[in-house]
Structures are given as C-alpha cells and as structure tokens.
C-alpha cells in the first residue's frame, strides 16, 4: 500500500503542491555514524591477544586502543541461532532458530525461518537510509533455501541488504569457496595458485562496495556485516602465515592454558580469585539410563600422547592461529581503509565470536573431516603424510578437543554448550572513537541480543511498531551504550540458554546449568533433569558446584528457567536422537525422483538438491556430439571435489571415471577405446554388489552409446561428497576439482565438442548414516 499523499492536487499542475515524501531515498541524520559489525567463527574467549591469548591480532588491538573489551559477554553456543540474534536484537528461539538451520523442526522456535517479525538491522537501517553490505558467511536460511530455485526471501538481499557476497551455508572451503553474489552463483575471481583465499576475497568485495557507494553520496553512512569464515573448519591459510607459530604451541595446550590464564589475571580479562577448570569434568559422569559421556567431546591428555600425534596437533594449532591472524590482517585493510578517507572516527566497530572455540575435531583432530563424516577411521600414520601441508588445499583439517578448550581458557567445554561458559562465554570488542573517550575494560553481563539495541540507540534509530506490513516484536535485548562512559552502569540481569538438549540461566550474578552434554540424543529427562549452580561473581569458570549448599536458589534459577522459556518461545525441547532429527520431513523445493536431467552452462547444483546416487545403483549418460578428431577432453560431469566425489570426463581421446572416496582413493575406470566422432551418448553404470555392507560396493561400467568400454570395482561412501557443500557440475568442476588426473587447466571445461545435456537414472532407495549426517550437520554449524 503506497503512503498517504500530503500534497495537494488541483486541476493544473502548476496549482498543485507535489509531495515527494513517499518516494524520495530515505536519509539519515546528518553525521549519523556508520557501523562496521565484524563477526568471527569459532573463535574462542581467549584465543585472540586482547583476551589474553597468543594469537597475533595487531589489527584487532587497533580498535581494542580506541575502544572497550567486554569480558563478560555470551552467545547462544551455536552458529546460526546467534548470528540470528546478532542482527535482529532478539533470542534465537523468538527467531526461530533454536538450532542451527539445518536442524529445523517445524515448530515456531526452530522452524529455520527468521520471521518479519523480527526485522534484521540491515532491514531497519536500510529504511532509515543506510547503505547496507553484507560479505562473508550467512547461515541464517534453511537448507532447502539455499538453491536458484528458492524465493530467497532468507538470503541477505531478502533481508534488507543492498548487496551481498558470501556462502549461504555454515562453512566453505577458503580456498574454493560456494560463491553467491547478490542473488546468483559465481566463481571466484582467480585461483589459489594466483593467489585466492577466501578473506581476502570478502575483503575486497567490502572495500568495492563501500567505494562504489561513496562516489556517489561520499556522506552516506553505511552498515557492513563483515562475516569471515575465520576460524571456522576447514582451516585453511597461506603456508607462511602459519609458519608464523612454528613452535609456538610445543608446549601443549594443557601448559598453554595455564600460560595464558596468568596472562588474563594480568590484563584483567578475569578476576584474581579465578580459577583454572579441569581437564574432563564430566568424562566420568554417567546418564539417567547409564549413558556414557561422549567420547568425542573429551580431551586426551597431553602426556598421555606420542611424539608424532604431539608434532601433529602443533601444527594443527599453528595452522590455526595463521588463519585467525591471517584475517585480522584482512581486517587491517578494512581500518586502513576507513582511517586514509577519514570516517574512522565515526565509525562504530563490534568485534564478536558466534560461540566458543570449537570441540568437533574430536579427541584427535583431522585433516579430512569428511573422512569422520562418512565412518571412516582417521590414522595417525595417514595424518602425519599431511603434516606439512596442513591449511592447503590438500587439507580439510581441524584441531583437537584439546585446543578448543585452551581457547577458551578457563573455561570448560566448547562450542554446543550452552549450559557452560566454554560454549556461550566470547570475545566482544566496541569502538566508537568520536564517542568513546575512554577505552577499557568492561565486566557488564551481556548477550548477543544487546548489540542491535545498542546499534539503534547510537545511531538514534527506533525499531518501528511494524516493518513493510508485519507487526514487530519488541528487541528482547536491551542497549549497553550507558557502559560507553560509565564502567559501573548495569549489564542484563537474566538470560536463559538452550541449545541441543543443554540449559542454563544467568540470573544477577548466579548461574544454573544442566547436566548434559551436547547432542541431540542428550539425556533429555527434563522434568528431573539435575542442575548444578555457580556463583559467577566468585567462580567466573563455574568450578564450584553450589547446589547442595544452596538448593532454595537452584530452585528458583530452575523455575525462573522455565519462565523465560516460556516467555520466548524455547519449547518444545529437542529430546530426539539423531536420527530422528534428519529423518523428520522438512518442505523441499523438489520432490526425488528417479531421472535426473543437467544442461551445460547452469550454475552449479548444490549437494542438497541434487541427485543422490549414495549406495544404489545410479547410471550417468552424458548425449555429447564430437566434433574434432583432436584436442578432445575436459569434465561432462563433476559432483563434490577433492575430498569426495565422482567425475566423467574425456584424457587423450578416451572416457574415463573416477570416483573419489573420501579424497583417499582415486578408484579410474578407462575406456578401451578412443571416442568417435559425431553424436553420441557417454554413459557410466554402477551396479551394486548383492552384499548390503556399507561401503556398498560395485561394478563400473564405461559405455560409448551400447558398447561398453571398460568395468571396474569400486566402493562408495556412504555419507556426503564435500562438508561444504561442493555441488554438481556439467562441462566443467567449479571449484576444487573431484580429480587431479583432469586434462587442461580450471575448471576444465569440455572442449572439442558439445554437451547436449546430462541424464543420472537412480534406482532403489538411498542407504543414509543418518547419524553421522547429524553430526556432520552440527559439525558444520
């Protein structure tokens, strides 16, 4: 509905009074600040300089000198659900987020769709005239969404910003990353021999954005949310940066994080009376029914490992920190940037981790994730060939348990946690030069949800009482902008928690948290679940279990617990175990089907759309036409990449396939005979094997039109081809290619003739892991 018309209309225009009211460009005050939001991943409460860690952040210091470090500030534990709160200034179960995306269950707290309800900050500044950038990670639209064949009413530029750059999902490969520009699939712009990576790349599409926005209106202010995939799975840098911390790990993270807990009672970071949490505080504790606490989510002891897995999770942790370093470099240019055309000064900067340092790499960490995703054992003996290119494109590594819970010294546990510190306590960093003049520390109870009201109240904007048609509700966080001056002002009183089973409620100075660990099949006796109770004002690492000494407390922690669930939509609780989770129906854009049709030219199919040919028999016929005698060859047909896939495509005149298990064993099929001219169809059939054990097995068979040309036996793996989402291609690999046998350079395109189109026939039902599909899920959450 167009606005009230103010003007007046009369017969001759020129009798008549215009109103431009409802159609001009909206424009904010005059000097109103702009705002650079810069948003970490799995970076952990003390991992970075500033917080007492020994991860070299130079740049991140920069803003620490102009502005406040709050060292009492938490998350939800998990990725999507904050970032839902960081741009909305609500929790995460108003959002409809109470776990990550992909997890969604259809009921209003965990339905994967941020309601307009609950406009973004993109959303509401841009109305009120704020340019509005978005680059880098999103992870706030269900996986069905994430596809050209979706409305994109979740995508960034469905939700207020005027441009974006990025990937949709929860992570990607730095080196190949799933691209989406604005509302489309693209490349990127070169490749890691020349030079890409993928914070660099975000880097300069922020840079080009500003810029491009400036030239025009130079006086414009502009809301960026800076999102690096840094330092989120896979960790992936530029060898010299992780070169940087050789040896500076040798100590082990048991020793490291005593070292950097006398670092933090020096600056501040926690109190003197702190103490140091052990080693697996639960590892011993058993469920209602006898579970076991889970073994992935324990810590081996440092001399309790060998020399080789010693050497190995060092470099791990240096590769690591060189990737962490490696964007707060990029972060650099950001303020390089903003200091040389003079807006530093008016702009308000915040620094944020989405949750604690991250426990997926296991026990023992990986250099291939996918590897743990499909069941497939990592050896040490395997790792240890990777050594020296850990963070390559050879790699999809991660670290130990170990590691992430010396980066979140002192506290215990990591990421998924949201009843303990581990998992919710993070890193904040606010600078707002212009109006801070006194930079420090601040000790204030805060939440994710408090940064949009503070955004608002800096840049005097109001959240309206509705956003184009729906009825807003109202921010549940509330403005720490008093702290600015004032180091004694109130921080929050309350907040509640909840995620994956977990529980917890701050409430003044006290902490109530369920014991539980992190998955979804948690031993979820809710209505008895035990509790314990810290006092955080004396135990900051939640040490002390005070629930026998004060159980009148723990009671009203535990009721009041429900009253802010219930006040904020928490309910139902996730009590399923894992495999009911991914088995739960969930709408789909498209419904499977037998026969599967790709053209060349289309943009790539992500893995979640497209065929699924895991454990059945599938046949991939590529209707080409040759047309050269010579000079024949490239990709028909790519899905997944280095880690996991398969390909057919044409070497030296001849087809050949290979189906890459788990980026452990390129299994080639090869033609016996060169291809003919003309029109003709390339086919490879697999047919499973009678036995039904996983890996299935079969026969590869190679056919020019009827004729088969060559057969092998192969296996394939049960789980996903690529964590990140490496979709399919035809008439070229995107991306990192399936294979290194492919002919050319990339991404390898089919030249020497033309692709008509691609048909994949599958037949049976898909055999699915559906618990390793959770925990890959979560993992890369």
């Known amino acids: 509905m167009s606005k009230q018309f103010n003007g007046v209309i009369n017969i001759d225009i020129q009798n008549s009074t215009p109103d431009w009211t409802s159609y001009a460009q909206p424009v904010p005050p005059e000097g109103a600040p702009s705002v650079m939001y810069v948003v970490l991943d799995d970076v952990g409460f003390s991992a970075l300089e500033p917080f007492g860690g020994t991860i070299e952040t130079p740049n991140i210091n920069r803003i620490v000198k102009r502005g406040l470090r709050y060292t009492n500030f938490h998350t939800t534990a998990l990725c999507s659900p904050t970032r839902s709160c960081l741009l909305t200034g609500r929790n995460h179960t108003t959002n409809g987020m109470a ?31 704020w340019s509005t950038f978005m680059v880098g990670k999103w992870h706030l639209c269900a996986e069905d969404e994430e596809n050209l064949a979706s409305r994109r009413q979740g995508w960034p530029s469905g939700r207020g910003f005027d441009r974006w750059y990025g990937f949709l999902g929860a992570e990607t490969n730095q080196w190949y990353p799933d691209l989406v ?63 940087k911390y050789k040896g500076k790990f040798d100590m082990g993270y048991e020793a490291y994080r005593e070292i950097v807990f006398e670092n933090q009672k020096k600056m501040g970071i926690i109190p003197e009376h702190a103490e140091l949490s052990p080693i697996n505080p639960y590892g011993d504790l058993k469920g209602p029914k006898g579970q076991e606490w889970p073994y992935a989510d324990t810590v081996l002891p440092w001399d309790g490992l060998k020399e080789d897995e010693k050497k190995l ?71 240890l060939k990777y050594l020296d290119v850990l963070g390559s494109t050879l790699t999809y590594n991660h670290y130990p348990t170990g590691w992430a819970w010396a980066f979140n010294t002192p506290n215990k ?32 109870y805060q939440h994710a949800i408090d940064i949009v009201p503070t955004i608002y109240d800096c840049l005097g904007v109001e959240l309206p009482d509705s956003y184009r048609g729906a009825k807003q509700v109202p921010l549940e966080g509330k403005s720490f902008r008093g702290t600015f001056d004032d180091e004694k002002a109130p921080g929050r009183e309350t907040q509640f928690y909840s995620m994956l089973g977990t529980r917890g409620i701050y409430h003044k100075g006290w902490k109530a948290a369920s014991v539980t660990p992190a998955m979804p ?39 009041l617990w429900w009253s802010e669930a219930g006040k904020y939509n928490a309910l139902p609780l996730e009590s399923r175990k894992a495999v009911d989770i991914l088995t739960t129906w969930r709408p789909q854009v498209s419904k499977p089907r037998d026969q599967y049709t790709y053209y060349p030219g289309c943009a790539e199919v992500p893995e979640a759309v497209a065929v699924n040919i895991r454990n059945r028999d599938y046949r991939i016929t590529a209707e080409v036409t040759i047309e050269a005698d010579e000079g024949v060859g490239g990709v028909l047909f790519a899905h997944g990449c280095r880690f996991g896939g398969h390909a057919l495509y044409v070497k030296d005149g001849k087809l050949k396939y290979d189906y890459n298990y788990v980026g452990e064993t390129d299994q080639y099929v090869e033609s016996t005979k060169e291809l003919p001219t003309g029109r003709c169809r390339l086919s490879a059939s697999f047919v499973k094997d009678d036995s039904d054990a996983i890996p299935t097995t079969g026969t590869l068979s190679l056919y020019i039109n009827t004729e088969k040309v060559g057969e092998a036996k192969i296996k394939t793996q049960p789980g996903k081809f690529s964590l990140a989402g490496e979709g399919l291609n035809v008439g070229m690999d995107r991306g990192e290619p399936v294979t290194a046998d492919y002919p050319g350079t990339a991404p390898w395109p089919f030249t020497g003739g033309t692709i008509h189109k691609v048909v994949v026939n599958v037949s049976g039902d898909p055999w699915v892991d559906r618990e390793k599909e959770v925990q890959a899920a979560f993992a890369r959450d």
């Open 181 to 243: 520009h604005d509302n489309h699939m693209v490349d990127p712009p070169k490749t890691p021999e020349d030079g890409y990576h993928f914070s660099v790349d975000i880097t300069d599409k922020a840079l080009e954005f500003i810029r491009d926005m400036k030239a025009v209106a130079p006086d414009k202010p502009f809301f960026l949310y800076y999102s690096f995939g840094a330092g989120h799975a896979p960790h992936q840098v530029p060898k010299e940066w992780a070169d």
């Open 313 to 383: 999770f060092c470099r791990m942790a240096e590769v690591y920190a060189g990737f962490v370093s490696h964007a707060d470099d990029q972060l650099g240019r950001m303020l390089d940037y903003l200091e040389d055309s003079g807006q530093l000064d008016n702009t308000l900067i915040i620094v944020v981790s989405d949750n604690g340092a991250s426990g997926e790499g296991g026990p023992t960490g990986s250099v291939n994730e996918n590897k743990f995703f499909n069941s497939i054992p990592d050896s040490l003996e395997d790792n």
């Open 99 to 129: 776990c990550i995306a992909e997890a969604s269950s259809g009921f209003p707290n965990a339905n994967g769709h941020i309601p307009m309800e609950t406009a973004m900050a993109s959303e509401i500044l841009g109305e009120q005239g």
């Open 521 to 559: 099949d948690a031993w979820a006796e809710f209505a008895t679940q035990r509790w314990e109770l810290f006092d955080t004002d004396k135990d900051p690492s939640e040490c002390h279990d005070l629930a026998d000494q004060h159980p009148d407390k723990l009671q009203e922690l535990i009721a």
């Open 413 to 444: 546990l990591w990421k998924r946690y949201a009843n303990y510190q581990g998992g919710t306590a993070d890193p904040m960093i606010v600078s707002w030069p212009a109006q801070i003049k006194n930079p420090g520390l601040r000790t204030q």
